[in-house]
């Protein structure tokens, strides 16, 4: 499978507890974003890196949420004590962007949390 | 103001029928307009981006009208497959990448 793959697909943690997921770019992807979405909502923007740099953070990613992008390939997203409201499916999407800055994003199947 | 505003649906069609969504941004410096399809439980997927001229993909064919901020797609003759929720897209102003989303609209085709 040569898509975007995630790691876990389902989490169940404590209020309380650090989490961390990872996310596997198409290969050769320069992009990698990270997105949230809740039931009944569309995904939210948290982050996203070109190559190794964070190019851009959203103003929901509090300081609880961190993100890398150690080498340019998989990128880790870890949440430190976390809370009930952190319930949600966190998506991450690569793309391959060029001089013109066109890209077409493509997700991965999402980890599911559930923060108990 | 939610950036991206569409109507939530759900919207139940008989198959073969005729079925529009419509969506509106506020943000009149957005450049690429996109429709995604998200299945139950699924990730997004791209259905296609939306150009000025209009664009046409089979039975799908998507509006933009920049004046209005208004963003539309068309499926011809549904289809039971069809039945998902779709998603309206706006890029960011500038050269960020970041995709912002709407709400979704559910699209429910029965027999």
């Known amino acids: 499978d040569t898509g975007v793959s995630q790691d876990p697909r389902h989490k169940i943690t404590k209020r309380g507890q650090n989490v961390t997921f990872r996310c596997d770019p198409i290969?050769?992807?320069?992009?990698l974003y990270w997105y949230r979405q809740t039931l009944g909502q569309g995904p939210e923007f948290l982050t996203y890196?070109?190559?190794?740099?964070?190019?851009?953070k959203s103003r929901l990613l509090s300081d609880r949420f961190s993100a890398e992008r150690p080498k340019g390939s998989f990128s880790t997203l870890e949440i430190q004590r976390t809370e009930q409201g952190d319930s949600a499916m966190y998506l991450c999407?690569?793309?391959?962007?060029?001089?013109?800055?066109?890209?077409?994003?493509?997700f991965g199947p999402g980890t599911r949390l559930l923060v108990l | 103001r939610k950036e991206v505003e569409q109507d939530p649906g759900p919207f139940n069609v008989p198959e073969g029928a005729t079925v529009a969504f419509n969506c509106t941004y506020s943000?009149?410096?957005?450049?690429?307009f996109f429709w995604y399809r998200q299945d139950c439980r699924k990730e997004p997927k791209l259905l296609m981006s939306?150009?000025?001229s209009g664009n046409e993909d089979g039975r799908f064919t998507a509006q933009l009208n920049r004046a209005s901020q208004y963003i539309s797609l068309l499926i011809r003759d549904s289809k039971l497959s069809d039945s998902a929720t779709y998603l309206c897209?706006?890029?960011?102003?500038?050269?960020?990448?970041?995709?912002?989303f709407g709400q979704g609209t559910t699209l429910q085709v029965k027999p």
């Open positions: 999407a690569s793309s391959l962007v060029g001089a013109d800055l066109q890209e077409t994003q493509y």
């Open positions: 290969s050769e992807h320069n992009r």
């Open positions: 890196f070109q190559n190794e740099a964070q190019l851009e």
């Open positions: 943000n009149s410096a957005s450049q690429s």
């Open positions: 939306v150009y000025s």
């Open positions: 897209v706006v890029r960011g102003s500038g050269n960020t990448g970041k995709l912002i």
